[in-house]
């Protein structure tokens, strides 16, 4: 994996260019824990599956991975739409609003062992 030498700005100095594919992924874990990569792609299988579940309408909308992060899903409810509202872009003018869809919106929250790891 090559590294940038220039500093990317911010306070982590020297960063990499790009992440690391799945593969390198599955690969540098597989080094640190003894399994084969099939072994532990189906352990990131079951985790995508865990997250599926417990993220989905029928589940509780929360799920926290020890020491890592707590991800949260909020149900966002379809809007209607054909109000007239001022166009921002235009001032004077007015503007149709369009119909939204119910959509559901998921955010990760870092826990404290993830930001005690990072510092």
Do not use: H, W
Not at 16 to 22: E, R
Not at 40 to 51: L, Q
């Amino acid at each position: 994996m090559a590294k940038s030498t220039a500093p990317a700005g911010g306070k982590g100095g020297a960063k990499s260019a790009k992440s690391i594919t799945k593969a390198q992924f599955y690969t540098e874990v597989a080094e640190q824990t003894g399994l084969k990569k099939a072994e532990v792609a189906k352990v990131f299988d079951s985790i995508t599956e865990v997250i599926k579940k417990q993220l989905s309408q029928k589940g509780p909308g929360v799920l926290t991975l020890p020491g890592l992060f707590k991800l949260k899903a909020k149900r966002i409810p379809a809007q209607k739409g054909g109000k007239q509202v001022p166009n921002r872009f235009k001032p004077g003018e007015m503007t149709v609003t369009k119909d939204k869809p119910a959509s559901t919106r998921v955010t990760a929250r870092a826990l404290k062992g993830l930001k005690e790891m990072l510092k």
